[in-house]
Every structure is written in structure tokens, then in C-alpha cells.
């Protein structure tokens, strides 16, 4: 994790189940997309991931090629990956757009995108997978610098989306 390679006492690991896995019945068709990319990190120092520069280029930020793969990329990827699955996208690379993009969930739906706003302003979008507790777990992008999973406080969920008149 976090480009930490070492060992762990195995009571500070924590299994994922089945929500880390790609489901045969996915409801929403950019998630076996986002699962395909599952790992891939940004690059350290000068270079660039090429992939997160396309999740970016699928954005607004297309006009701004020379931004390194440290921009914040979260909304990027889910841009893209929801571009990629052939559903319109708000082609932001903000998260502030995708909080009001399509229609509202009140009950989460695995795969549907979730916003959240951290105390500090900050703002992010995933992929929802489940709950655990007090916390929801996620795949998206800029995770740890990576297409990962997190676990995230509800308290921090703004809401949950789904394409508009998806059902």
C-alpha cells in the first residue's frame, strides 16, 4: 500500500471479502472498466503514468497536457470510465459536477458513483462498493495515488449517482 512494500502483523489486516471483486452481474457498465485498472499507480518523480494523463485528457484538463499524473485525478477517472462504458459523462475534472450529475440515490446501489466533502473543503468521487460500519469502501482514482480501494466515514458522503432514468 501506498508504495510501501514490507511486512505486516496480520492483525492490522483486514480482508476485503467479495466487495473487492469484480461480480459477474454488475448493475453499472463502467465497473469491470475501473476493476480492469485496479493497481495502476502514478509514477514517482518526472515521468508520468500515461493512463491517468488519458483518464485527465478525457476532462477539461485536455487543454492542459503538461499537467503531471500528481494533478488530482479522481473525477478524471470516473469521467472516463463512465465515458468508456458509453454513458455521457460531465467531462469535469472537478468532483463539484458529478455531485448533481444524472439522478440522486437515496439507497446506495454497488457500482453507482458516491461524492464526498472532506472537513477541510476538500471534495472527492468513486465508485461505491459496500459498507462497513461507520464507513463506505470505494474504488477510484487518487487513492493512495493509485485506482484502489478505501474505505472512507459516511459522515464525509454527500450523495450517491446513477446516469439519468437508469432505474
Not at 463502467?30 to 514517482?44: H, K, Q, S, T, V
Not at 453507482?112 to 473543503?121: E, H, I, M, N, R
Not at 468513486?126 to 484502489?148: K, P, T
Request: glycine share 10%; aromatic share 14%.
Amino acid at each position: 500500500a501506498r508504495g510501501v512494500i514490507g511486512w505486516c502483523e496480520p492483525k492490522y489486516l483486514v480482508s476485503l471479502g467479495a466487495v473487492a471483486l469484480l461480480q459477474q452481474d454488475e448493475e453499472f457498465p463502467w465497473m469491470p472498466i475501473a476493476f480492469n485498472d485496479l493497481g495502476l499507480r502514478e509514477f514517482a518523480g518526472t515521468a508520468n503514468n500515461p493512463r491517468i494523463l488519458e483518464y485527465m485528457a478525457s476532462t477539461n484538463l485536455r487543454e492542459f497536457p503538461y499537467l503531471p499524473d500528481e494533478t488530482e485525478w479522481c473525477a478524471a477517472f470516473v469521467n472516463w470510465n463512465v465515458e468508456q462504458a458509453g454513458i455521457e459523462p460531465t467531462g469535469w475534472a472537478t468532483v463539484y459536477p458529478w455531485m448533481a450529475w444524472g439522478d440522486e440515490l437515496k439507497t446506495p446501489r454497488r457500482g453507482c458513483l458516491v461524492t464526498f466533502q472532506w472537513d477541510d473543503g476538500g471534495q472527492h468521487v468513486a465508485f461505491y462498493l459496500g459498507e462497513c460500519g461507520n464507513h463506505v469502501r470505494a474504488l477510484g482514482g487518487n487513492q493512495s495515488n493509485a485506482v484502489w480501494i478505501k474505505s472512507y466515514p459516511k459522515k464525509n458522503v454527500i450523495n450517491y449517482r446513477i446516469p439519468k432514468n437508469w432505474g
